[in-house]
């Protein structure tokens, strides 16, 4: 018995150290984002937007949109694409097999034509490519592609075979991006385009925000709990963790949401992995992987606004099913990368960043279970004191809520997206809340992603339904068509003047259209 105490005593002291160590490891990631936003809030006075969007040097890009069963939404997204501000830019929707009327409602909405098309074997993909369209109003503007059901990374791999132009940004079909998000973007490439292998931009949540005409017109807080939790955790880890290891070169993450990468890098790392169920942030390791083993002087780089806004889970079922996915996805990641981790020859990738997912990311949940079950036993059976009981609460959880709050007030310092300080008090309620239960339970969903990567089995997209965001009139007025200058100078501040704007079509931008077929 004695024995037993004793090594109920040392594990309680081992979590105590280790909810320390996770707590601190983020609280340096917010201390190097600090830094980041800091440089970003001194150099974007004189970051050069307007000269890359009048610039015919400025890389095109081409935009990727894999879609399965879309239809409700697809021609909403699409025009809100056409409409971002960039000079040269191709669309490229990959419908990936969709049961619904995703191919009528785009051939309906922009007239498209069938081409028949050689889909070139740059990459490797399965699903039978089964008929091109070309927007007759601009054929080289709009592409899409009907394929049989392959998978995400199949359809996107798809689209990296038809892609025309160097840069390729893949974006989800229901993503609302700012209007000059790929300007952003875009702009670690014009800066240093030799170097640059890829960017990643900011995924928020869009619940609780007002879209109109597929741009997010005034930002609020989403009105359930459960978004607001998750508001809290996009902010800690997306925002101020992304942004830290980008600062301190680490980057292994970028969101399939809103990513822009070079094509021939990506071509000559094979694509995306259709076997490997988190193949964006795949594609990322093996593109580290390839370029540290060349030797290579590159970089991967996290642009910390504008911004892409996505829908976040609102139900239990669908938020377990999605966090389910993604820890399956990391430890898929880890485990078919596992020779990289600790190894000198990948740099900080192999001897920092990928040694911190590992034990801060991957064995997580497993931690936090034991000690919710085991700390309070030690307790129970005497083997700790009340005493340390408080202390592992404070380092925990309560050192857990400081970081929050800290990400929080960083953000309002920073970028001042949520614009009431009501919204503040709800992220502040939420940041409490998110140790009550949220967190458990999340430990709980993504210990059944460790086994379900263990078991193996059938990948899926891992779509949840979407409820829709809060005023959202994307469908309302004359849309943008594909081929239209896009509007110019929408302000998020000033929603009322934002939806008059997109309603028009700005005649000044006309002269900066390509000529070469680009959308922009």
Known sequence: METLLSLLRAADY???????????????????????????????????????????????????????????????????????????????????????????????QFQLVATPRVVPSAVAYTGQVRATYVSATNPDGLLVVSKANGGKADALNVGINMARFPLLCMVDADSVMDPRALLAVAKPFVDDPVRVAATGGVVRIANGCRVVAGRVVEVGMPRQWLPRIQVIEYLRAFLMGRAGWSRLGGLVVISGAFGLFR??????????????????????????????????DYRVVFVSEPVSWSEAPSTLAALGKQRRR?????????VRHRRMIGNPRYGRIGLLALPWYLQFELLAPVVELLAVVLVPAGLYAGAVNVDFAWRFLLVAYGYAFVISLAALLLEELSFHRYPRWRDLGLGFVAAVIENLGYRQLMAWWQLRGIWDAVRGGRHDWGRHQRQGFHGDQSTAGPPVAVGQPAPRGVSAAAPKETENRLHQIDTLGSSSRSTDGGIG
């Not at 594609?283 to 290579?296: D, F, I, P, Q, Y």
């Open 263 to 296: 094509r021939d890098l990506v071509v000559l790392a094979g694509g995306m992995a259709s076997d490997c169920i988190g193949e964006d942030a795949e594609l990322v390791v093996r593109l580290h992987r390839r370029l540290s083993a060349t030797g290579g």
């Open 14 to 108: 081992a979590f105590l150290l280790y909810f320390a160590a996770i707590n601190t490891s983020y609280l340096v990631l917010l201390v190097l984002a600090a830094q980041e936003f800091g440089r970003h809030a001194r150099r974007a006075p004189f970051a050069g937007a307007d000269d890359m969007l009048r610039s015919p040097l400025t890389f095109p890009i081409s935009i990727i949109v894999p879609a399965y069963n879309e239809g409700p939404g697809i021609v909403a997204a699409v025009q809100a694409i056409a409409a971002l501000e960039y000079p040269t830019f191709e669309i490229i929707v990959v419908d990936d097999g969709s049961t619904d009327d995703t191919v009528d409602r785009l051939r309906d």
């Open 326 to 334: 993604w820890h399956r996805g990391l430890a898929e990641i880890l």
